[in-house]
């Protein structure tokens, strides 16, 4: 898998690498190199970090061009953009954030892109905050003044958050920030929280010499909401064309999932040679986060990984509607199509 950046067009991978190691015996690996490649582009909604592993420890592990796939990836300027390509067929498949993904399928004329393999089970929404500004559990908030970043995806089902919980959200202050600002204002005790990732914001504010114990995580998993996280979108043309193809992808990002979980190690050094500036330290401790808060969830243990529970999506998009008027509110089946999903055996994680 190789990544590049349209805004900057420099090559983060610098190769496309197609080691199979122990995972492919002698006469799969023939058949594989006898297989025509494919070329397949995949877009990521922001710059790599651990919480891709599973894509690059796909590419890592030759497990796509075992499929017969010659992955090129491209950074995009978030999920709107990131569907946008994959709408109009400049990408083939992009990871992007499920919920974006039901807004924008709302829009007059909107592409039929659908959602085929859901990576993070719970989304890492949260609201961040110090512990010596009072604030301990999601009830604390109220009277305090939270910082939303522009753009972020938090704030966007943080009504019904609030609304679960018995939380009036005009009783919390907030406060418009720059993104680049976030992790400094809320160091310096600008404001009392903020909103963002569970896995982003709490290690950069510990790299930032924030203590541990000062920092209360609230993950909106926790607190009643429903929603899923990142997922993989397919271009719909290629969906009916080449159905084949996108089942081979989907085989290939579950098996590099297992590897991401099993290897954390070597995930973490594949992800940091493809970073600019990466470090160790951090990368590990969010894929430990992302692991543990948003892909091994109790349902993934139960029911195996990629798939959604109808029920709880159909209640995450009711949840999504107290803070978005839908023209025609969708149902899980024009979001989700799992036709390319391996059976649950196949999608075991231990």
């Not at 919480?51 to 890592?60: E, F, I, Q, R, Y």
């Not at 679960?164 to 919390?172: E, L, T």
């Not at 990368?283 to 430990?288: D, P, V």
Request: glycine letters at 8%.
């Amino acid at each position: 898998m190789r990544v590049t950046s349209t805004s900057t067009r420099r090559d983060f991978l610098g190769l496309a690498i197609g080691l199979g190691g122990s995972l492919w015996s002698r006469a799969g690996r023939a058949q594989s190199a006898a297989k025509q490649q494919i070329t397949i582009q995949l877009t990521l909604d922001r710059p790599i970090d651990a919480a891709v592993s599973p894509l690059v420890m796909a590419g890592a592990g030759g497990l796509f061009s075992a499929e017969g796939l010659a992955v090129t990836t491209n950074i995009a300027s978030g999920s709107q953009d990131a569907i946008a390509r994959v709408s109009a067929g400049m990408s083939d498949f992009a990871l992007v954030d499920i919920n974006t993904l039901i807004r924008a399928r709302d829009r007059h004329g909107a592409a039929p892109v659908k959602a085929i393999f859901v990576l993070f089970n719970h989304a890492p929404y949260a609201i961040i905050a110090r512990r010596s500004r009072g604030i301990r559990a999601l009830s604390d908030i109220e009277g305090k003044n939270l910082g939303v970043a522009e753009g972020d995806l938090s704030i966007r089902l943080w009504p019904a958050v609030a609304r679960q919980n018995g939380i009036k959200p005009q009783s919390v202050k907030q406060s418009s920030i720059s993104p680049a600002v976030r992790e400094p204002m809320l160091s310096a005790g600008q404001v009392d929280a903020v909103t963002g990732f569970s896995y982003l914001s709490p290690i950069n504010l510990r790299d930032r010499g924030v203590p541990a114990d000062d920092l209360a995580v609230l993950r909106f998993a926790d607190y009643g909401c429903e929603a899923y996280g990142a997922a993989l979108i397919v271009n719909p043309n290629l969906a009916a064309a080449k159905p084949e193809v996108v089942k081979g992808f989907v085989r290939a990002v579950i098996t590099g999932t297992h590897l991401a979980i099993k290897e954390p190690a070597r995930a973490v050094t594949e992800v940091v040679s493809r970073m600019d500036a990466g470090s160790r330290e951090l990368e590990s401790e969010r894929l430990r986060a992302i692991i543990g808060d948003n892909i091994l969830t109790t349902e993934v243990k139960h029911h195996g990984i990629g798939g959604i529970d109808t029920s709880r999506f159909e209640r995450s998009i009711d949840q999504i509607a107290e803070d978005f008027k839908f023209q025609k509110r969708p149902t899980a089946a024009d979001i989700f199509d799992d036709a390319f999903l391996p059976p649950p055996d196949g999608r075991a994680v231990n």
